[in-house]
């Protein structure tokens, strides 16, 4: 069964700034990866599939990288809405989550 | 619009039973696998059950097994999570999923829709 790490466990940024989330599996699992935002109340949201793929209405300033076993969630610019919980996703498997405060 | 719904949650004693439902609208319901994702307090997502489009196959994690059933009526749009013989470990906000399976693996590849959930307390 593949584990997924993610780090850091907290990310504390300043809007405008970039969020660069990083998402380790424990072994290769290329380019199956989904990253999804979570917000406290609300359904959480499918940002970013097969690894670089965007999702239908996801802002461009989201993207996915990585391969093997090594992904990355970049937010170029983070908005005032991006701060959230953010999850990968692979197969059966969800990572523990990267929290994105404000600083 | 494309939306899911969850009710049916509540406080329950352990030992208790519950049953989640979770209603489909602005898509082709019996075309697509479901599944039901947990998240206890403070905790990341666990993936908890899927079931096939058909309702003719249906997978469990381990901790559930023979205590939890998933079905569906895709007449009613509707995905359902039977609970039985509740934990308090299994505490936790329970959201319903729209699966996508991968066209090359036949796995699942994502969950692409999601409700907004519903809170399952146990505890006596």
């Known amino acids: 069964e593949v584990v997924l790490t993610q780090s850091p466990a907290t990310l504390s940024l300043s809007p405008g700034e970039r969020a660069t989330l990083s998402c380790r599996a424990s072994?290769?699992?290329?380019?199956?990866l989904a990253w999804y935002q979570h917000k406290p109340g609300q359904a959480p949201r499918l940002l970013i599939y097969?690894?670089?793929n965007r999702a239908t209405g996801i802002p461009a300033r989201f993207s996915g990288s990585g391969s093997g076993t090594d992904f990355t969630l970049t937010i170029s610019s983070l908005q005032a809405e991006d701060f959230a919980v953010y999850f990968c996703?692979?197969?059966?498997?969800f990572g523990q989550g990267t929290k994105v405060e404000i600083k | 619009e494309v939306q899911l719904v969850e009710s049916g949650g509540g406080l329950v004693q352990p030992g208790g039973s519950l049953r989640l439902s979770c209603t489909a609208s602005?898509?082709?319901?019996?075309?697509?696998?479901m599944t039901w994702v947990r998240q206890a307090p403070g905790k990341g997502l666990e993936w908890v059950a899927n079931?096939?489009?058909?309702?003719?196959?249906?997978y469990y994690v381990d901790s559930v097994k023979g205590r939890f059933t998933v079905s569906r009526d895709n007449a009613k749009n509707s995905v359902y999570l039977q609970m039985d013989s509740l934990r308090v470990e299994d505490t936790a906000a329970y959201f319903c999923?729209?699966?996508?399976?991968?066209?090359?693996?036949?796995?699942?590849?994502?969950?692409?829709?999601w409700g907004q959930g519903t809170m399952v307390t146990v505890s006596s």
């Open positions: 072994q290769s699992i290329s380019p199956y």
């Open positions: 602005g898509f082709t319901f019996g075309s697509y696998w």
């Open positions: 996703q692979q197969h059966l498997t």
């Open positions: 097969d690894a670089s």
């Open positions: 999923a729209r699966v996508i399976i991968g066209a090359t693996t036949g796995r699942t590849n994502r969950f692409d829709i």
């Open positions: 079931i096939k489009d058909s309702g003719s196959e249906e």
